[in-house]
């Protein structure tokens, strides 16, 4: 009898924690065929999205200002007409693995706008999409097979969230990425080997755009970018550079570097043929110097007036020029000579 209740008490609370896993509780969402409204249904409750879909006329569902804190195992399952699917601003704060499952057509997911802090593995490995867009949460954890084997991948969105390691292991298996937003984000270095899985294993040229912008980028690895041989635009703009070598580029073209609003005092004079010699380069809003500034300019003159961002900054070197401060030890005040002139007595060397 005891184990018998037992035996039914587990059973219920088994049951219970099953049917617990309900990712649509008084949620609206929207069909669209070409952009254009089909239908507009509501799930009481409900865990299979396909359970709910009244006919075939879609090729895009939008959820928008729903609250749906968690999508569960299944929950966008086995639809074979979805093409884009839309979950922005809806609370999200849990993708559990499996929630994205048998989606032969789908190729775009939003989930912009909602409060994610982590991608876990098996959410997005193995689907068709060209097209991710996870920007506005709150990740802070990107586990690091997250976005292994999306084969069609080509744009990645990351802006916005709370990351602050940047995991070289990250994007294996995704030959068709090129555009990666990582902008407004935490992270603080890109280590050594940092895009080893992008690296171009056949002919085909990879027109790969890495947007770190407004990050607290202090620090690249010399061997950041060693398995590049080209990028199209590489953005570093208001970052916490101090200094940019030229070991970081020695190996790989970039056709529009930005690296303005940063901190860099200057650059080496003889870095600035490699970094400089992609078609745009961007480095206004940095704290040169008048020298280092001459240093610049000069370089660019001799480049065909190349635009840095910087050719027009007047340097008033010459006009407010400021007095040079002579450290000097003993300063004798000599009372009985006029008040303009002061005799120094420099401390001699050895
Ligand atoms: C993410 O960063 C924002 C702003 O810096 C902060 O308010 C929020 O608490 C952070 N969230 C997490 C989960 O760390
Ligand atoms: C760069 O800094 C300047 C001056 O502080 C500022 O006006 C500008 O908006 C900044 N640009 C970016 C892209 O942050």
């Given at each position: ?22 990712t649509f509780k008084n949620v609206n969402f929207q ?11 509501t799930i ?18 939008e959820f928008v200002d729903q609250v749906i804190p ?16 839309i979950i922005e601003s809806s609370n999200v ?21 909602n ?236």
């Amino acid at each position: 009898m005891l184990l018998a209740e037992l035996l039914l008490l587990t059973f219920l609370l088994f049951d219970y924690g099953k049917s617990t896993e309900i990712t649509f509780k008084n949620v609206n969402f929207q069909g669209y065929r070409m952009f254009t409204p089909k239908f507009r249904p509501t799930i009481l409750s409900g865990n299979n999205l396909k359970d709910y879909l009244p006919n075939k006329d879609f090729d895009t569902l939008e959820f928008v200002d729903q609250v749906i804190p968690v999508l569960y195992e299944n929950s966008i399952a086995d639809i074979e007409h979805l093409n884009e699917l839309i979950i922005e601003s809806s609370n999200v704060r849990e993708i559990r693995p499996g929630a994205f499952k048998n989606l032969p057509h789908l190729n775009r997911i939003s989930l912009k706008v909602n409060k994610l802090e982590r991608i876990e593995n098996g959410v997005f490995n193995n689907l068709q999409l060209h097209t991710l867009d996870l920007s506005h949460n709150q990740i802070t954890n990107v586990y690091p097979h997250a976005f292994d084997d999306m084969r069609h991948i080509y744009y990645i969105n990351l802006a916005y969230n709370n990351i602050s390691k940047w995991d070289p292991s990250w994007f294996k298996n995704t030959p068709e990425l090129s555009i990666l937003f990582m902008k407004n984000n935490l992270i603080e270095e890109l280590p050594e080997r940092s895009f080893q899985n992008l690296r171009i294993k056949n002919i085909k040229i990879r027109n790969l755009n890495l947007i770190f912008s407004n990050n607290k980028i202090s620090k690249i690895h010399p061997k950041a970018f060693v398995d590049l041989k080209r990028i199209n635009q590489l953005v570093l703009t208001n970052n916490l550079l101090e200094k940019f070598d030229k070991e970081i580029l020695q190996n790989v073209v970039v056709n529009d570097l930005r690296l303005n609003n940063n901190s860099i005092q200057c650059f080496e004079e003889n870095a600035l043929d490699t970094i400089f010699r992609g078609q745009s380069v961007y480095i206004e809003f940095n704290p040169f110097d008048c020298e280092c500034l001459k240093i610049l300019q000069k370089w660019a003159k001799n480049n065909n007036n190349k635009y840095l961002g910087i050719n027009e900054i007047k340097c008033d070197d010459d006009d407010e020029e400021e007095p040079d401060v002579i450290e000097i030890e003993n300063v004798v005040w000599d009372n009985t000579l006029s008040v303009n002139r002061i005799t120094l007595v420099l401390p001699r060397k050895n």
